[in-house]
């Protein structure tokens, strides 16, 4: 069984500029998560989705971070314009539908630097 | 709300030796603990849980950890490491109501031989 996929790894762009991370949830698993992970840090949840619904966004930075999850699928998550301040780890995460929320199952993250 | 508090941010053992990494949580009910290790350029590996009942916890890789309500504590331990267990390990705590996972800051593992 394929495991949660991300791309690109390694992301490297100026300040100012737009830049999307992709993922891809192990099949069958309906939440599906976006943490960030700052240097030195532990992730901290962004946005979690229930199928194509968002059911918690609080952490988003709404100005400048969006994310989709038009099929219930696979997601998306932009920023645009980046900042400094957005170089970090981003993680995608997945877990089973049946509320078992702390099953969840990593990818291996994209590392944004920002310059 | 929620914390996790993992006090080393560093240790360094020597292969062999035993080890334990320090957790600490803030809950307001009985809580779901979870230990995790990261690799460098991998995702998150969960490496055991604790959600109820026997208050010591067996997981992959020979590592436990002991959950103590009275410390509000979930140290990891393993009783001889391996340079192989070099990584970062991630406590977290279950947030029921948020229905998500809340991290501490990770331990950084460094085994030396």
């Known amino acids: 069984e394929a495991g949660v996929v991300q791309s690109p790894r390694y992301k490297i762009i100026e300040k100012k500029q737009p830049v999307a991370f992709w993922c891809n949830p192990i099949?069958?698993?309906?939440?599906l998560y976006w943490y960030r992970q700052n240097l030195g840090q532990g992730p901290e949840l962004l946005i979690r989705?229930?199928?194509?619904?968002?059911?918690?966004d609080s952490q988003l930075p709404k100005d400048r971070f969006s994310a989709e999850r038009l099929k219930g699928v696979d997601s998306t998550l932009k920023i645009q314009p980046a900042e400094l301040g957005d170089s970090a780890v981003y993680l995608c995460?997945?877990?089973?539908?049946?509320?078992?929320?702390?099953?969840?199952?990593f990818g291996p993250g994209t590392r944004l630097t920002v310059t | 709300a929620q914390s996790v508090t993992q006090p080393d941010i560093h240790i360094t053992v020597s292969e062999g030796a035993s080890l334990e990494l320090r957790c600490n949580y803030s809950?307001?009910?009985?809580?779901?603990l979870f230990w995790y290790v990261q690799s460098p350029g991998q995702g998150l590996q969960l490496l055991l849980k604790?959600?109820?009942?026997?208050?010591l916890v067996q997981g992959i890789k020979g590592f436990e950890a002991e959950f103590k309500r009275s410390q509000s504590s979930f140290n990891l331990r393993k009783p001889s490491v391996h340079w192989s267990d070099a990584a970062e390990y991630f406590c977290?705590?279950?947030?029921?109501?948020?229905?998500?996972?809340?991290f501490g800051a990770g331990t950084i593992l460094r085994v030396k031989s």
């Open positions: 099949s069958g698993h309906n939440t």
């Open positions: 995460a997945s877990s089973p539908s049946d509320g078992r929320y702390y099953e969840q199952y």
């Open positions: 604790y959600f109820s009942g026997d208050t």
């Open positions: 809950y307001g009910a009985t809580p779901y």
């Open positions: 989705y229930e199928n194509e619904e968002a059911v918690d």
């Open positions: 977290a705590v279950g947030d029921r109501d948020g229905n998500k996972l809340v």
